[in-house]
């Protein structure tokens, strides 16, 4: 069509330039797409196609990283008067493409959305870019503020909720909070899209930090613990008897906000809206009432996301009995809360007790629990969460409490690694003589020669020549599987006794005895079968 010599009158040449600019993001040439649309909005006819290419080359420019001309173009956008939804989008994604400059015109407008009832389905999209240009400008603690509130608001979009406690878990991810960042993580977990880009990442970091979290909880669960141990009688009662009506409270917040729900619920009345007239007083049925359903979908939409209609939607185990389940949950419930005469555990003095260690040996006990906790958050930061900080003051944390657990010597030798990676990469100067390998190196050469650390800080090749050996090691027992899948059981039987006898350290000696063992079995040796397995 670009070469024909001569084109109907009033040829679309705007929408030549949109199918051209189409089939560039098709092959991937953004560049060329933007050219494209640059030319579909200069020669468009219609509004709608103006404004809606005007739009995607806001994106376009967005997706390229320019980020000034991707907000004049939204803010162009906003002038040409299009429908509501595409105004609103083109002004919030003017604060998410901003990345320099003064934001105070943008913030201004946000605000004043916010006084606007018709945007009141969008205010956690609001919340959620005000939250965005703070990020951008170093003003973390207000980003968690408007993040929170743009949960708080949330109705029915469960992509938005997903976005935001995306953008919550990150927030305190970077600022290495990661006991928030577990509780956003898995709560993003809940309501992402499985297909998702960052749908892997999310569930990897969520497991990785609950792992690490329930790690600090048991030290602080056993710090507590030794704290109460440590109490006199009197203090400890003191203590326990706060707790309780601390918990009392709670519980009497929690049935006067059920109580009113359930008020609600039975009423038919959305709270905040005049009753229409003509409208029944009474509730009747909750699945007669089409505003009860409303709201409980819009509930349920909100904590769970958009769930398939089947049964055991909520597990993704769906073997056991549903029924089975509920029943499982009420038998524990149960128990957990109410004791022998109906009265909840958690008002007793004595369940506070139960738990409290009794003497030194239970103390030993604690420790040891302490003590192996620290190690593994230590060995999360260090290999899981890239966290050498972190990971330095756990270690050092178990070191100072404890002269010679059993994760004592292990603590250093992480200690040394970790101070010689940081030598080794030419960026780092000890500013204490202790911040070092050498310090450490130096400690465990000392207490423990004869240990396999010890090995190591004298040959840090070890490692390497251990690798080598182990791949070589599993390359020889492939190709004896190999045989062994091809039916030679006799020269497979002889290749595992040679190593078996000949290798002590082989990494894979398991593997040996087995593959020796179903040799054996296809030879239909019963009893020397029974033997080797």
């Known amino acids: 069509i670009k070469q024909a010599p001569k084109l109907p009158k009033h040829y679309p040449l705007d929408?030549?330039?949109?199918?051209?600019?189409?089939?560039?993001?098709?092959?991937?040439?953004?560049?060329?797409?933007?050219?494209?649309?640059?030319?579909?909005?200069?020669?468009?006819?219609?509004?709608?196609?103006?404004?809606?290419?005007?739009?995607?080359?806001?994106?376009?420019?967005?997706?390229?990283?320019?980020?000034?001309?991707?907000v004049a173009q939204f803010r162009r956008v906003t002038r040409m008067n299009p429908p509501y939804e595409m105004d609103f989008q083109a002004r919030i994604y003017q604060a998410l493409a901003f990345d320099a400059g003064n934001s105070k015109g943008l913030r201004k407008t946000l605000t004043r959305m916010l006084r606007d009832e018709k945007h009141k389905d969008h205010f956690d999209m609001i919340h959620y870019a005000l939250a965005d240009l703070d990020i951008k400008e170093g003003n973390d603690s207000s980003a968690i503020a408007h993040l929170k509130t743009s949960a708080q608001v949330n109705t029915t979009d469960v992509k938005q909720k997903a976005k935001t406690f995306m953008k919550l878990a990150d927030v305190y991810f970077e600022d290495r909070v990661y006991v928030s960042a577990q509780q956003y993580y898995d709560s993003t977990r809940m309501v992402l899209a499985e297909d998702h880009k960052r749908y892997e990442e999310v569930v990897n970091k969520a497991e990785v930090l609950t792992e690490l979290v329930e790690q600090l909880d048991i030290i602080n669960r056993e710090d507590s613990l030794q704290g109460l141990f440590a109490m006199s009688d009197e203090d400890r009662s003191k203590l326990i008897k706060e707790k309780i009506r601390e918990r009392e409270r709670l519980e009497e917040e929690r049935k006067e906000e059920e109580e009113r729900a359930r008020e609600v619920a039975n009423s038919g009345v959305v709270p905040g809206k005049p009753v229409q007239p003509g409208a029944p007083?009474?509730?009747?049925?909750?699945?007669?009432?089409?505003?009860?359903?409303?709201?409980?979908?819009a509930e349920f939409k909100k904590k769970w996301g958009t769930r398939p209609n089947e049964d055991d939607w909520r597990r993704k185990d769906k073997a056991g009995s549903a029924n089975q389940d509920v029943a499982e949950e009420e038998e524990d419930g149960g128990k957990e809360e109410e004791g022998e005469k109906g009265e909840p555990e958690w008002k007793k003095e004595e369940t506070y007790l139960k738990d409290i260690p009794k003497d030194s040996a239970d103390i030993g006990i604690s420790n040891e629990r302490i003590c192996e906790a620290l190690y593994k958050c230590g060995m999360i930061y260090k290999e899981k969460l890239d966290d050498d900080e972190n990971g330095i003051e756990s270690f050092e944390i178990l070191n100072s409490r404890f002269d010679?657990?059993?994760?004592?010597?292990?603590?250093?030798?992480?200690?040394?690694r970790i101070y010689l990676e940081k030598e080794q990469s030419g960026n780092y100067f000890a500013m204490d003589e202790r911040a070092s390998s050498k310090h450490y190196a130096d400690i465990i050469l000392e207490r423990w020669p004869s240990s396999e650390f010890a090995r190591l800080v004298r040959d840090p090749n070890v490692l390497a020549s251990d690798e080598e050996r182990k791949l070589l090691e599993t390359e020889q027992y492939s190709a004896m599987y190999s045989q062994f899948k091809r039916g030679n059981y006799l020269p497979v039987m002889a290749g595992c006794d040679s190593v078996l006898a000949n290798e002590p350290q082989n990494h894979l000696r398991a593997k040996h005895h087995l593959l020796k063992a179903m040799c054996i079995g296809n030879l239909r040796m019963r009893d020397a079968f029974i033997a080797a397995l």
């Open 15 to 70: 929408h030549l330039a949109a199918v051209q600019a189409d089939l560039d993001l098709k092959r991937g040439k953004v560049e060329d797409a933007i050219t494209g649309l640059q030319r579909a909005v200069e020669l468009a006819e219609k509004k709608n196609d103006r404004v809606r290419w005007a739009f995607i080359l806001a994106q376009l420019y967005d997706h390229k990283g320019r980020g000034s001309e991707a």
């Open 281 to 297: 007083a009474g509730g009747g049925w909750y699945f007669y009432n089409p505003q009860s359903l409303s709201r409980g979908m």
């Open 404 to 416: 010679n657990c059993r994760y004592t010597p292990e603590s250093h030798y992480q200690l040394y």
